[in-house]
Structure formats: C-alpha cells, structure tokens
C-alpha cells in the first residue's frame, strides 16, 4: 500500500517511515509526488481543523491516501498559548530562538511547580476514494524550562521542553527515544490501528 505523508519536510517524512515501520505501506512525501509546491494554510483555529484540511487537500490532489498532522505547544500559565500559533508564535518574521526567548520571558514570574505544559500532536488520515476521514491524537505532558539548554540537537521548542520523568529538555533525548514518548509518536501509534482499517477499506 501506498501512503502521502502530508509535508514538505523530508525530515518528518523519515520520522514517519520509522514510526510507522510495522504497516506494510510505502511512504511519499509531497515532493516525492511533484506536489512539493502546493501548499494548503492552516486557517483552523484547532490542530484537529488544520490536520483535517491538509488531510482532505492532499488526498484530493493526489489521489492517495494522505496522512498530514498539526501540533503544538500548550503552555498552562499562558492559558494554552502558543498551541495552534506555536509555529508562527509573537509573529511571521521572529526565529525560532526568538520564540524561544519571547516563552520564557512571559514564563519569567512563574515558578517551577507551575510551569507545566504539553505537546500534542493531531493526525488526520483520508481516503479520497471514499471520503473516509480518521484523526489520532498524541499528547507529552512535561514542563518549560527556566532557561534554554541548547545543547542537543533538536528544533522547534525542544531546548526549553522537558519532557515529565525526565530531567533534560527534549533536544538532548535521542531521536528513537523521542519518537517513542513524543507526541507525534503516541499519536503515530494511535494511527496505526486506524490505517490498517482505512486501508482494508481500499
Ligand atoms: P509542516 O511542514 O508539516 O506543516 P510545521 O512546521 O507546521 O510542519 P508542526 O505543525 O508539526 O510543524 O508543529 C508546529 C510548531 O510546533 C513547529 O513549528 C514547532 O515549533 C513546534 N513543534 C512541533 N513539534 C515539536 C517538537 O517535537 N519539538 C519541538 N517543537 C515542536
């Protein structure tokens, strides 16, 4: 069976192949198929709504079935923020280490014990044959840092997330670790059930 992951990142797209390593299916990225170019905005105000729009958009252009997710950091001591923002959090034009700083400025005044947060991470699956639409969800519950540690080799928000049950920020947690207790892993886990179902559907 054949399945588009929904990126543009080759890197997820690696990830995913790992991830998903029990399935019998063949994994293509967006650019594998010429579709490296279309790019679908995530307009939701929810990481269910903008997986699910990625999912249906994918699927229809290529015909495929087509796995897109969303995810997000949700800060408690900044009722959720960034959650579906976190990409383009305090603006289009910062970086990530800017985003990064900006975090733990606003999380300055906030002490150890309430400092909690998580990932989580929405997996939509569509069939275009069909219309069948299946979402999973992942969650890593942890807390944000008191400063960044930027010695491992993550992106995003990893050097200032640590993850619960450990004491070092997700960037210096082995990738097949990280896979395992992520998020995106969890949710990836959740999806396999749900693919083999979709794909018997074919
Ligand atoms: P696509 O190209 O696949 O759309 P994206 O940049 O929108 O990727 P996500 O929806 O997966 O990425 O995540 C949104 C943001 O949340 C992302 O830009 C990161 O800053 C952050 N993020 C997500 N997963 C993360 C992780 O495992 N570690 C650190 N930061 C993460």
């Given at each position: 069976m054949e399945l588009l992951i929904a990126t543009g990142n080759p890197g997820k797209v690696r990830e995913y192949e790992e991830m998903l390593a029990t399935l019998p299916v063949k994994l293509f990225g967006l650019r594998d198929i010429g579709l490296g170019d279309m790019d679908v905005e995530e307009t939701g105000t929810t990481l269910e709504e903008n997986a699910r729009l990625k999912a249906q958009a994918y699927a229809q252009a290529s015909g495929m079935i087509a796995l897109a997710d969303d995810s997000g950091l949700f800060v408690d001591a900044l009722d959720g923020a960034p959650g579906v923002y976190s990409a383009r959090y305090g603006g289009y034009d910062l970086t990530m280490a800017d985003r990064r700083a900006l975090l733990l400025s606003q999380l300055q005044a906030i002490s150890v014990d309430a400092r909690s947060a998580r990932f989580r991470c929405v997996i939509a699956v569509a069939n275009p044959t069909n219309g069948e639409l299946q979402m999973a969800e992942g969650v890593c519950e942890g807390h944000i840092a008191q400063e960044e540690d930027n010695g491992g080799a993550g992106f995003g928000y990893d050097a200032i997330f640590i993850p619960a049950g450990?004491?070092?920020?997700?960037?210096?947690?082995p990738p097949a670790e990280k896979n395992r207790i992520s998020h995106r892993g969890r949710a990836a886990q959740a999806a396999v059930p749900l693919l083999q179902k979709l794909m018997n559907h074919t």
């Open positions: 450990y004491a070092q920020n997700f960037s210096h947690i």
